[in-house]
Structure formats: structure tokens, C-alpha cells
């Protein structure tokens, strides 16, 4: 294709995954644009992890990727995150000079803002001489197979044999997030994973949570589990009261696995006997339940759990072993059903997304040919923890190879 209006590969989308795209590809020799709506560049890099990008999680098996993410098919991240690992990226982040810490549990942040991140991918793009057009909309898609594909954008008609869709998800529409991805999808055939928001305070309504409504900004520790037998998922993490209902990384990791209408099931003492604990408090004690069970869960949860029964507001040798039971039962197997979640604004990712039935695991190329999907947009949704930056970075790889690959083989057949 020739003409200014000509490039090699249009990449929509300058977030995480596209900006790691169009730098890898613009290296590789291709003439590539980078497009994007919003204002503002890489927003989502730029809140991530407090303002320090959690950019992504050493502890992450390349062996066995898929235990960290859920999807239609988790197995379909294995290829792209065995080929890219975060050892690789760290090594990009190291020769930019941007110094990191581990956190916890593997995830690595920068010691100084997230934009040193946005700044690295934006050099990575420089260095490929990628064209960045900025804000800059994309009305419509058509393709001729004879042409490949003719993007209508607001700064004029665009064409290219190949295109990378990189428009995340609908997480966080304050920032500019949109189902253009998914519109794309469906227009070229493919199918479509109702998305959904993980990684989300869950939200609870009713009597049964007006005990608890006045508990916000409490944390604790504790083991959180959904679902039964084969599929019961538990993680061991801190836990936050809001206003509304519970958030904390132990509440945003299993809402991703939650199901509308399951219960979810809390260990206040993860690792404490607490059935034998208030049994030998009983043998020794005279003071007040309330100030004994203080002892294991913070004071302010355990008034709550004893302001609700007669039969525990007293000293506790004078308590009934049922009694002591039950609120034992309590503690460590606490069962509450959420209402819902705060939803897409207060979601960090969007699960669900382009059915990976319909792409490559190997290019991220779609049935459509040319046609790409790489980052959130597609239906891959990691844990907490710089997990899905590091989907971002391996999908982004794995595409922009595969686009350098096509290049190569389209040179020597043509």
C-alpha cells in the first residue's frame, strides 16, 4: 500500500498492551500508527498500584501460567506468557534505569511514579518510529480482501493490510474505557464473552449486613473461599470494610471466581484452632466474651458478632459450650452473600471479552485475517498483582512477532 495514508499495521488503543505492541513492531522495521481516543496517554498505567504501577508479578510460573487467570480457556495464555516472561520485562525496565521493589507475593512496583513506565513505552515507541496520533477516534473498520482494511478516523482515512485491536475493557470509564473492542469483534464475526467487572469491591444489602455497615476502614487478614468442591477457589490475603461492603485484595482476587447469588465463606483466623482457643479461655477466664474473642478477631468485629446474642454478652466461663461453638463456627467458616459489586467504576480489569475460540494463542490474530486482539480486550483476566500487565506485555509480544513474521514472509513471496 502506498501513500501517506498507508502503514504496515494500525494499532487502536495506547494503554499497556498497545504501546508494547506498536514499540516492538515499529522496531522490527514495520511503519506503524498508534491510535487512541482519549486525552490522555496510558491513564491505566498511570493509577495502577497507587500510583507506582504494579508492572507485573515475578512469582508467575511460565510452567503453568493459567493457574493465575480464568477465562473460557485459561490454557490459551500459556503460549504468549511462556514466549515473554517477566523476567524479560524486568530486564526492559532495568535498562530504562527505573529503579522496583517487591511488595508482596511477587508483585513489583516503582519506587518512584507510574509514569516512568508510560515514558519507557513511549521511548519503545520512538525507537520504532511509531507514528502516535493522539487523541484520535476510529468511526469505522471495513476491509476487501484486496485491500485490506480502511480505517475512518478523525484525522482522515487510514489504511493497512493488518490491524491490532489494544482497547482494554470497560473498567474504569472515567479514564476513557469503551466496548469499541468488542463492537469491532462482533462487526468481523467473532464472538463475544459477555464482559463482566473483577477485581471489584463486592457490595451487600439488607438487615443481615446492618451490623457491619458502620465497620468501614477495618482490615484484617483472613481466608476468603466461593464455590464447592472442584470449583471452590480460596485465597489467603487482607480484607477491607466499606461503607458498602468489603473490598481488599482478598475480596477483589475472589470476586473475579465469584458467582451472582453464591455465598462467599470467611476465616477471620486463618490458622487458629478457634473452637479449642475460646474452649480454653473458658477453663481460665472471667472476663467478658467480647474482650476474650478480641483476642482473635479485631474488637470492633468481635462487639458486632456479640452485640447480636444475648448468649454471649457475658463473662465467657459463664457461656454455654454451644454458644462457644457457634461462635467459633462463625469465625472461621463465616458465610454472607453479596447483594453485587461496585461495578465497571470501581473495577480494576473487565472479565470476559473477545472469545479466545476465535484467536490464535500463538499470533493473537483472529479468524478474521489481519485482523488482532491483545491486552484486556480479550478474554484473559489475571489475579491481582501485576498478572494482567504481564498478559499485556506477553499478548503484546506475542503479536507484534507474529506482525514482523507476516511482514518477512508477505517480502519474500511478493
Not at 85 to 96: A, M, N
Amino acid at each position: 500500500m502506498q501513500g501517506a495514508d498507508a502503514f504496515d499495521v494500525v494499532v487502536i488503543g495506547a494503554g499497556a498492551a498497545g504501546l508494547f505492541c506498536a514499540g516492538l513492531a515499529g522496531q522490527r522495521g514495520l511503519k506503524v500508527l498508534l491510535l487512541d481516543h482519549a486525552e490522555r496517554v496510558a491513564e491505566k498505567i498511570r493509577i495502577s498500584g497507587g500510583g507506582r504501577a504494579n508492572f507485573t508479578n515475578r512469582d508467575l510460573d511460565v510452567r503453568a501460567p493459567q493457574r493465575h487467570f480464568i477465562g473460557g480457556n485459561p490454557h490459551f495464555c500459556r503460549s504468549a506468557l511462556a514466549r515473554y516472561t517477566p523476567q524479560q520485562f524486568i530486564g526492559l525496565v532495568e535498562r530504562h534505569g527505573i529503579a522496583y521493589h517487591e511488595k508482596h507475593k511477587g508483585q513489583l512496583f516503582c519506587d518512584g511514579p507510574s509514569q516512568q513506565i508510560i515514558d519507557m513505552l513511549l521511548a519503545e515507541c520512538a525507537a520504532g518510529g511509531v507514528t502516535h496520533w493522539q487523541p484520535c477516534g476510529v468511526d469505522e473498520i471495513a476491509f476487501a480482501s484486496d485491500e485490506g482494511y480502511r480505517l475512518q478516523t478523525r484525522r482522515g482515512e487510514v489504511r493497512a493490510p493488518r490491524v491490532v485491536v489494544a482497547t482494554g475493557g470497560l473498567s474504569i470509564p472515567q479514564i476513557g474505557a469503551s466496548d469499541f473492542g468488542y463492537r469491532i469483534a462482533t462487526q468481523f464475526g467473532l464472538r463475544v464473552v459477555t464482559p463482566r467487572p473483577a477485581l471489584v469491591p463486592l457490595t451487600f444489602g439488607g438487615e443481615a449486613w446492618a451490623p457491619y455497615a458502620d465497620m468501614a476502614g477495618l482490615a484484617l487478614p483472613v481466608q476468603i473461599a466461593t464455590g464447592s468442591k472442584k470449583e471452590r477457589t480460596a485465597f489467603l490475603e487482607d480484607l477491607l470494610f466499606t461503607h458498602r461492603g468489603l473490598s481488599g485484595p482478598a475480596v477483589l482476587q475472589i470476586s473475579s471466581y465469584w458467582q451472582p447469588g453464591a455465598p462467599l465463606t470467611i476465616d477471620f483466623a486463618p490458622g487458629v484452632d478457634t473452637q479449642a482457643a475460646l474452649a480454653e479461655a473458658k477453663q481460665r477466664s472471667r472476663k467478658r466474651i467480647a474482650n476474650e474473642l478480641a483476642g482473635l478477631v479485631p474488637a470492633r468485629l468481635a462487639d458486632a458478632w456479640v452485640g447480636q446474642d444475648a448468649a454471649l454478652q457475658r463473662p465467657i466461663n459463664e457461656a454455654a459450650d454451644r454458644s462457644l461453638a457457634a461462635l467459633a463456627e462463625r469465625i472461621a467458616r463465616w458465610q454472607i452473600t453479596p447483594s453485587g459489586t461496585e461495578g465497571y467504576k470501581k473495577a480494576e480489569v473487565t472479565a470476559g471479552g473477545v472469545d479466545t475460540r476465535d484467536l490464535s494463542s500463538q499470533t493473537m490474530e483472529s479468524k478474521q485475517p489481519g485482523l488482532y486482539f491483545i491486552g484486556e480486550v480479550v478474554d484473559v483476566t489475571g489475579w491481582l498483582g501485576g498478572y494482567n500487565f504481564q498478559w499485556a506485555w506477553a499478548s503484546a509480544h506475542a503479536c507484534a512477532e507474529a506482525l514482523a513474521a507476516n511482514a518477512d514472509h508477505a517480502i519474500i513471496t511478493g
